[in-house]
């Protein structure tokens, strides 16, 4: 399975997310500058954290408009897997490609530690190889992470199950029902706040988080397997 | 030339954290009568005159990129300067 890395300027996990795939996950990965234009060689699409042109106007607000977007898009419409982790949440919703959007945390504080995660949905392609309701710890490292939607949204995304996963202990920013990550309708784009490819390996405190990547890779081997 | 000043505020069913935090340091330095606080953000656009029309171009511009409007509301206002 071959993952693109989209690099944005101010992108900082980049290299995390590069590592996971290539050195834990043994699958090819290439990072892909925002102002190229084609995704099509790609199996899955990962949008890393960071400070994409450095947070200005919003999080996420201009990175929406870069060259590769309009690749991401389309990658998303046909169905393949696309992660976005912080900043890569923020700008997914931006792009309208997930609901909601993100608010500074309720305490005003940038917060950096390990929080505990529920897997409220393991039906989807990147929560396979977790049980459902299974609690897991997973860092968070942002200031703007308290996520909203209105009435209407949260109501489907209860009826959809898109609520992939939600803080489990402590909620560390005031998001609406302890909501730490979603999927769009169709299940096949992810945002959630918690950096899974900072967990990944014991010798990073924990290893929660390479499940995500490897469910990716388990449903797109299977899902491909007669083309093999 | 016009100057277009746009100011962006989170909408009212939101909870601004910023304007709360100031509303307790001004209480706290004695102003109890401020009842609320709200913080926003005041961006200034300089627009030739080859646009027809400026309102329309100006909610354009806020509804796609300037502002978002799950969260945020916004308004404008329009003077005409001299040329820079």
Request: aromatic residues 8%; negative net charge.
């Amino acid at each position: 399975m071959k993952f693109a890395v989209i690099v944005f300027p101010g992108s900082n996990c980049d290299i995390d997310m590069y590592h996971v795939i290539k050195d834990e996950l043994g699958e090819d990965v290439e990072y892909v500058w925002h102002q190229e234009a084609d995704l099509q060689a790609f199996d899955g699409i990962l949008i890393p954290g960071g400070f994409s042109y450095g947070d200005y106007l919003r999080c996420g607000a201009i990175a929406q408009f870069s060259t590769i977007m309009t690749a991401i898009q389309e990658a998303a419409a046909a169905g393949k897997p696309i992660l976005g982790v912080c900043n890569g949440f923020q700008i997914l919703t931006e792009a309208g490609l997930l609901p909601g959007a993100l608010l500074r945390n309720q305490n005003l504080k940038f917060m950096c530690r390990t929080v505990r995660l529920k897997v409220e949905n393991n039906d989807t392609m990147f929560t396979t190889s977790y049980e459902q309701g299974e609690e897991i710890h997973i860092p968070i490292a942002h200031g703007e992470g308290n996520y909203i939607c209105d009435d209407k949204t949260l109501q489907s995304l209860k009826d959809n199950r898109q609520i992939v996963f939600t803080y489990a202990s402590e909620n560390p920013n005031g998001s609406i029902e302890n909501i730490a990550g979603v999927v769009n309708e169709a299940g096949n784009v992810l945002g959630m706040m918690p950096h899974p490819e900072r967990a990944v390996h014991e010798l990073l405190g924990g290893a929660d988080g390479l499940r995500l990547f490897q469910s990716i890779v388990k449903h797109w081997r299977e899902s491909h397997v007669s083309h093999v | 030339m016009k100057k277009v000043n746009i100011f962006v505020t989170l909408r009212e069913s939101i909870l601004d954290p910023q304007g709360s935090a100031v509303k307790g340091a001004l209480h706290s330095h004695g102003f109890p009568e401020v009842q609320d606080v709200r913080i926003g953000k005041y961006l200034e656009l300089m627009i030739d005159d080859s646009v027809e029309d400026i309102d329309a171009a100006v909610n354009e511009m806020c509804q796609k990129l300037l502002t978002n409007t799950v969260i945020e509301n916004y308004r404008f206002e329009i003077e005409e300067v001299a040329a820079i």
